[in-house]
T-cell receptor
Framework: DTGVSQDPRHKITKRGQNVTFRCDPISEHNRLYWYRQTLGQGPEFLTY????????KSRLLSDRFSAERPKGSFSTLEIQRTEQGDSAMYLC????????????FGAGTRLSVL | LAKTTQPISMDSYEGQEVNITCSHN???????ITWYQQFPSQGPRFIIQ???TKVTNEVASLFIPADRKSSTLSLPRVSLSDTAVYYC?????????FGAGTRLTVKP
């Protein structure tokens, strides 16, 4: 399977814990995006990378959210001190060099904060 | 920033053509319009993308008027398997705005 891969698919955590999600983009895609999707809503843009550079991060929901893509390949999204309102699906997408936002999405990580 | 709005739901019957319109009044010059299909517990799946006028591929057509303030996804001859949520995305270099989605139900 050469699509966008996200791990884990499901995460259950207790309020106050830190969680980290991983995204592996399609090989050689240089752009990588993170979104949050709550029930009944469209994906909400959080941040994106071009190679290892994080070009937009003002949409991260709070300073508890951070993302990295240290070598320009896989990326991680971390949420510190989780709150119940963080419960959602976290989606990752990637797009190829030169592609104007034809983004290919992974299946997402569903986070439940108890 | 472009705000995108879509109808919440639509019903259709097998074999009919379905048109779903998205409004994006504040679209910027460098924004593209992309449509996605999403099934439960899956990520959005790319359908079609355009900038202006008409684009057609093997599964859909996309109509964008000259002012680009709206776009219409056209699905020819839908089948039961097309029952899903359809999203429009208006995206520029640093801003991505999805609509809230249109839930399409195809009936036999």
């Amino acid at each position: 399977d050469t699509g966008v891969s996200q791990d884990p698919r499901h995460k259950i955590t207790k309020r106050g814990q830190n969680v980290t999600f991983r995204c592996d983009p399609i090989s050689e895609h240089n752009r990588l995006y993170w979104y949050r999707q709550t029930l009944g809503q469209g994906p909400e843009f959080l941040t994106y990378f071009q190679n290892e550079a994080q070009l937009e991060k003002s949409r991260l929901l709070s300073d508890r959210f951070s993302a990295e893509r240290p070598k320009g390949s896989f990326s991680t999204l971390e949420i510190q001190r989780t709150e119940q309102g963080d419960s959602a699906m976290y989606l990752c997408a990637s797009s190829p060099r030169g592609g104007v936002n034809i983004q290919y999405f992974g299946a997402g990580t569903r986070l439940s904060v108890l | 920033l472009a705000k995108t709005t879509q109808p919440i739901s639509m019903d259709s019957y097998e074999g009919q053509e379905v048109n779903i319109t998205c409004s994006h009044n504040n679209i910027a010059t460098n924004d593209y319009i992309t449509w996605y299909q999403q099934f439960p517990s899956q990520g959005p799946r790319f359908i079609i993308q355009g900038y202006k006028t008409k684009v057609t591929n093997e599964v859909a057509s996309l109509f964008i008027p000259a002012d680009r303030k709206s776009s219409t996804l056209s699905l020819p001859r839908v089948s039961l398997s097309d029952t899903a949520v359809y999203y429009c995305l208006v995206a520029g270099y640093n801003d991505m705005r999805f609509g809230a989605g249109t839930r399409l139900t195809v009936k036999p």
